[in-house]
């Protein structure tokens, strides 16, 4: 059974809180996925050429000091050379495409348990929303042949080797990502054992958000704060908004092969509140649909999480040592008040 699996199964969900809408089948907006208002109210649009979050390469020799700045100032970054082959990416865009274009009740056959972490099904974070997101979501933690295997009884094997062969992929480069950012947080060899010995520490999330009828009164996927050390994203299409303070939110837009990397909770709470955990969103798009697959990256669920400070410099731990199981069922709980929960 694995890890990560096990620490969500513990929080089930209600299975009204699973189930996406037939979103094919509305010619008009419905009123349960209507935003308008609190769109207005809480939200300012921020000019898009305004800023934007820094581009890195990773074999530029100054790449781990650059990556601890872009942390430190947004959260987040993109990341070019990061080496993987063009026909990965490619073909597992072209798996996603495959996947949710299919009739809504040949993927229902792999929606997620109440209990489950993967599968089919709209966000985790929806019961914290009165309205629902224009976005449906498959997850996948290790093999995902358990759930391919019911919505393609015959023709999974493909599907299957894409996915397993991109998170090794993904794998490779956070390990990379996170001995770069143990440097620049002076995390001890102690602490680091983890990233060499454990082999499953992610979870890759397939993201898809249909064209909608009136997407500025719609929400695809609502802001939150990623409950990873970092995720990785790839995506061909802009509608990702981070919000910078005393900026507002920042489009995304994604640069030609370079991946797109933002710190999450478990990298706030190691850095002492150094690196931030952006607030990030998805808007739609009215004649285009959009996909995305994100893939979270987290130390094993056993292992304590604690801010890393320095004895000389008067920086008392902002937070408490939490594990990661532990902090994963807080936040099923409090959601956007998780970290000050665990704020000393
Ligand atoms: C490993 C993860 C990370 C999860 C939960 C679990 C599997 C699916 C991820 C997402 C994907 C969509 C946004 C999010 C906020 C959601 O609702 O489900 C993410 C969440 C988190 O970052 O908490
Ligand atoms: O689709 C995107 O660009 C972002 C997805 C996201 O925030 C997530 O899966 O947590
Ligand atoms: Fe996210």
């Given at each position: 059974?694995?890890?990560?699996n096990e620490?969500y199964?513990a929080?089930p969900l209600?299975?009204?809180d699973?189930?996406p809408?037939?979103?094919s089948?509305?010619p008009s907006?419905?009123?349960s996925?209507?935003w308008?208002?609190?769109i207005d109210?809480?939200?300012?649009?921020?000019?898009?050429?305004?800023?934007?979050?820094p581009v890195?390469?990773?074999?530029d020799?100054?790449?781990?000091?650059?990556?601890g700045l872009a942390?430190?100032n947004w959260g987040a970054?993109h990341?070019?050379?990061h080496?993987i082959?063009?026909g990965?990416t490619?073909?597992?865009?072209?798996e996603?495409?495959r996947?949710f274009s299919?009739?809504?009740?040949?993927?229902?056959?792999?929606?997620?348990s109440?209990?489950?972490?993967?599968g089919?099904?709209?966000?985790?974070i929806?019961?914290?929303f009165s309205k629902c997101?224009w976005?449906e979501?498959?997850?996948?933690?290790?093999?995902?042949s358990?759930?391919?295997e019911?919505?393609w009884p015959d023709d999974?094997a493909?599907?299957?080797?894409?996915?397993e062969?991109?998170?090794?992929?993904?794998q490779i480069?956070?390990?990379?990502?996170t001995e770069?950012?143990c440097?620049?947080?002076?995390?001890?060899?102690?602490k680091?054992?983890?990233i060499?010995?454990s082999?499953?520490?992610g979870?890759?999330q397939?993201?898809f958000?249909?064209?909608?009828p009136?997407?500025?009164?719609?929400?695809g996927l609502a802001p939150?704060?990623?409950?990873s050390?970092?995720?990785?994203l790839?995506?061909?299409?802009s509608?990702?908004?981070?919000?910078?303070?005393?900026?507002?939110w920042?489009?995304v837009?994604?640069?030609p092969?370079a991946?797109?990397?933002?710190?999450?909770d478990?990298?706030?709470i190691?850095?002492?509140?150094?690196f931030?955990?952006?607030?990030?969103r998805?808007?739609?798009?009215?004649?285009?649909?959009?996909y995305?697959m994100?893939?979270f990256y987290?130390p094993?669920i056993?292992?304590?999480?604690?801010?890393?400070v320095?004895?000389?410099?008067s920086?008392?731990a902002?937070?408490?040592d939490?594990t990661v199981?532990?902090?994963i069922?807080i936040?099923?709980?409090?959601f956007?008040?998780?970290?000050s929960?665990i704020?000393?």
């Amino acid at each position: 059974m694995n890890t990560l699996n096990e620490a969500y199964k513990a929080h089930p969900l209600h299975l009204g809180d699973i189930i996406p809408l037939d979103f094919s089948s509305y010619p008009s907006l419905p009123e349960s996925h209507a935003w308008s208002q609190a769109i207005d109210e809480n939200f300012s649009f921020n000019d898009p050429a305004s800023s934007s979050i820094p581009v890195i390469d990773l074999m530029d020799p100054n790449a781990t000091k650059l990556i601890g700045l872009a942390c430190e100032n947004w959260g987040a970054f993109h990341l070019k050379n990061h080496g993987i082959p063009l026909g990965v990416t490619q073909g597992v865009e072209e798996e996603v495409q495959r996947l949710f274009s299919l009739p809504t009740e040949q993927k229902l056959k792999a929606l997620r348990s109440p209990s489950g972490a993967t599968g089919y099904g709209i966000a985790r974070i929806s019961p914290f929303f009165s309205k629902c997101m224009w976005h449906e979501g498959f997850t996948i933690i290790g093999s995902p042949s358990h759930d391919a295997e019911k919505i393609w009884p015959d023709d999974f094997a493909r599907f299957c080797d894409r996915m397993e062969n991109y998170e090794k992929q993904m794998q490779i480069i956070a390990k990379r990502l996170t001995e770069m950012m143990c440097e620049v947080l002076k995390i001890s060899e102690e602490k680091r054992k983890w990233i060499g010995a454990s082999d499953i520490s992610g979870a890759l999330q397939l993201n898809f958000y249909p064209s909608c009828p009136e997407p500025n009164r719609a929400m695809g996927l609502a802001p939150h704060t990623d409950t990873s050390m970092f995720t990785i994203l790839q995506t061909p299409s802009s509608g990702l908004q981070i919000f910078k303070e005393g900026k507002g939110w920042i489009p995304v837009h994604p640069h030609p092969e370079a991946l797109i990397v933002h710190t999450g909770d478990f990298l706030h709470i190691m850095s002492n509140g150094r690196f931030c955990s952006p607030l990030h969103r998805v808007m739609l798009n009215e004649n285009s649909k959009r996909y995305s697959m994100a893939y979270f990256y987290s130390p094993p669920i056993d292992y304590v999480v604690s801010p890393s400070v320095t004895k000389d410099l008067s920086s008392a731990a902002r937070f408490r040592d939490v594990t990661v199981k532990e902090y994963i069922g807080i936040k099923a709980q409090k959601f956007a008040d998780s970290l000050s929960f665990i704020s000393t």
